[in-house]
């Protein structure tokens, strides 16, 4: 899997909203936020425009998105925020020059589908905040957090909790995010896209028995079946209504007793909701009684 450069200050960022309009007080705060912080910022071309509650029409997304894509020398793509959209253009566009200058693409919630696009070409992802997150007072940490990231200062380590008794150390590629994007677009997946990875889900507004029929649908398809464990991340307004099983449960009577589950990843639709990089390798290690997650920093190129 390919891991984009790091990012260095003067760098420059592209902000794009390939799914629903953001609020354009949030937007300009976060893109101001950014400038401050020694980053240039572009932003692309039809980012303003609106089509009911889309960020311009589907052609006007679509051309935001392939001219980030294209882009000569920016760095990151980070999308100013999710909703819904991204479904409807996705199977429009063209890597090959995605490919020859990779970026980080970073976004959560809709951004699901580009991630999932992208891993499956060989480019590693950030599940993490996006452009009107880096306004927000909620969200600092998990801001500087992907900043530290992002320019190879920090290593990404998370405490988790171990829903069920086993002990051994897991490492392994790390895929998923929002768990009705990818119950969406399971028929799309390359086969095997899970196999042995550590399947990172999370969630937001749904009740616990859709949550279950949405798993139900992504095991019965094969698409989860040969994970190597699962990992719970942010289910953020998501009400049991009397389910009378956890969230971890379910995985289990599906899974069966011999996959690991983890939970509480700082990850998701909550406030802050700190990054995770998709299709990076990941270590999941007991240390005394606390288990970690851990992804390396990225390595600097030295010229």
């Known amino acids: 899997m390919i891991n984009p450069a790091p990012l260095r200050s003067g760098d420059l960022i592209l902000v794009i909203s390939p799914s ?23 932003r692309g071309p039809n980012l303003e425009k609106t089509w009911g509650r889309f960020a311009g029409t589907d052609q006007e997304r679509l051309e935001d998105l392939q001219w980030a894509i294209n882009h000569p020398s920016a760095r990151i793509i980070l999308c100013s925020r999710g909703g819904y959209g991204l479904s409807r253009i996705s199977e429009q566009l063209n890597f090959t ?17 580009l991630h999932c696009m992208l891993q499956a070409r060989g480019f590693a992802a950030i599940h993490g905040p996006m452009a009107i997150h880096y306004g927000q007072l909620a969200q600092i940490p998990a801001c500087l957090a992907q900043n530290g990231f992002l320019a190879g200062r920090l290593p990404i380590r998370y405490e988790l909790q171990a829903e069920f008794p086993f002990d051994l150390t897991i490492n392994g590629q790390i895929s998923g995010g929002n768990l009705s994007l990818l119950a969406h677009y399971d028929c799309r997946l390359p086969e095997g896209f899970f196999k042995d990875k550590l399947v990172f889900i999370e969630e937001t507004g749904e009740a616990y028995h859709k949550i279950d029929r949405m798993l139900s649908q992504l095991f019965k398809s094969g698409v989860f079946s040969s994970a190597k464990a699962f990992i719970l991340g942010q289910f953020t307004d998501c009400l049991d209504s009397g389910f009378p099983i956890s969230l971890a449960e379910m995985i289990r009577e599906k899974a069966g007793d011999s996959v690991p589950i983890f939970s509480g990843i700082p990850a998701g639709h909550g406030k802050p909701s700190f990054p995770l990089v998709l299709g990076m390798t990941t270590e999941i290690k007991r240390q005394g009684k606390q288990w970690w997650l851990k992804q390396d920093e990225l390595k600097v190129p030295i010229f």
């Not at 629903?20 to 240039?40: A, F, M």
């Not at 020059?97 to 589908?113: E, L, Y």
Request: aromatic share 16%; charged share 20%; net charge negative.
């Open 20 to 42: 629903y309009s953001p609020e354009v007080s949030d937007l300009e705060s976060g893109i101001q936020t950014l400038i401050r912080q020694g980053y240039r910022v572009e």
């Open 97 to 113: 020059k995605f490919a020859q200058n990779p970026k980080w693409v970073v976004g959560f919630s809709d951004v699901t589908f």
